[in-house]
């Protein structure tokens, strides 16, 4: 990996991860509310990528996505913004994470895939930590918040598998943030009665919608076809971790022990079963 294509990835891997901490401190601090945040975010992002899309192609996306695609990003972003009212950013990334990454496997197994026992030992593992984090103590997470997130990874996880077999992934993505927007200013329309904006509000979801969102999309994809689908996969498994350490250091967050254990459980385990399904030979190969 040439060095141009490694600080791209780690600049696209730090806008996803910025979301998450662009969202909490948005809301924890009061500068805007839930669904207007969701709002701005999905359109600023479809006006990125509407004009990324055209500066490529010459000409708006009208093609490349789905009405089914933009509502899985729909559901996701609103999800992903209400449980950020009562989640930290390390736990909510943790949780996201994990059900965006049980999705997609899950899909595959059935499909038919059928895991080995490392990959079942991985998988446990991982599914281990991840009901140890939401399992009731003093220190667990709000259970209507975690719910909310593990329906955003679900949301996620089924937006991903939609968009794998994309021809080009950025007009696919531009097209479904066009999809996405409208309904969710009808969202921002339907909460209009406890609507909070201020301006500094408005500048965080515009960056979270226009930057980390629609560019940091457009960076990941310019990476991916030079990275194999191990390295792709290992990078992702930074995001939670970069989530936590940013909370930690601009919002004041705490990494509590459990946090901290069911990081390394999710993490490593998930890890352990997609390298090795990774580097498992395809039998139709020679």
């Not at 990996?1 to 998450?20: E, P, Q």
């Not at 010459?58 to 509502?71: A, V, Y």
Request: proline share 4%; aromatic share 10%.
């Amino acid at each position: 990996m040439n060095s141009k294509i490694l600080v791209a990835t780690l600049l696209s891997l730090v806008a996803f991860a910025s979301n998450s901490v662009l969202c909490r401190f948005a809301l924890v601090g009061g500068a805007i509310d839930a669904a207007s945040f969701t709002a701005i975010r999905l359109a600023s992002g479809a006006i990125a990528l509407a004009f990324t899309a055209r500066l490529r192609k010459s000409k708006w996306p009208t093609q490349g996505g789905s009405w089914l695609s933009g509502f899985w990003l729909l559901l996701y972003a609103v999800a992903f913004s209400y449980a950020y009212i009562a989640l930290p950013a390390g736990t909510g990334g943790l949780i996201l994470f994990g059900t965006v990454q049980f999705t997609m496997i899950g899909y595959g197994i059935w499909r038919g895939e059928r895991p080995r026992f490392v990959e079942w030992a991985g998988l446990s593992v991982a599914l281990t930590g991840l009901l140890g984090l939401v399992a009731p103590g003093l220190d667990a997470p709000i259970g209507w918040a975690a719910g909310l997130m593990a329906l955003a990874g679900v949301s996620w996880g089924c937006y991903s598998l939609r968009g794998r077999l994309a021809e080009d992934p950025i007009l696919a993505t531009a097209h479904n943030f066009l999809w996405a927007a409208p309904l969710a200013l009808l969202v921002g329309v339907a909460g209009i009665g406890s609507a909070k904006v201020s301006i500094s509000g408005i500048l965080l979801a515009v960056v979270s919608g226009a930057i980390t969102s629609g560019l940091g999309y457009v960076l990941w994809y310019s990476v991916l076809p030079h990275l194999t689908a191990v390295r792709a996969s290992i990078a992702q498994l930074a995001v939670p971790g970069l989530v936590a350490v940013a909370g930690v250091a601009f919002l004041g967050e705490v990494a509590s022990p459990r946090l901290i254990l069911a990081a390394i459980m999710m993490l490593g385990g998930v890890g352990v079963a997609v390298v090795r399904k990774q580097r498992r030979p395809n039998p139709e190969e020679g």
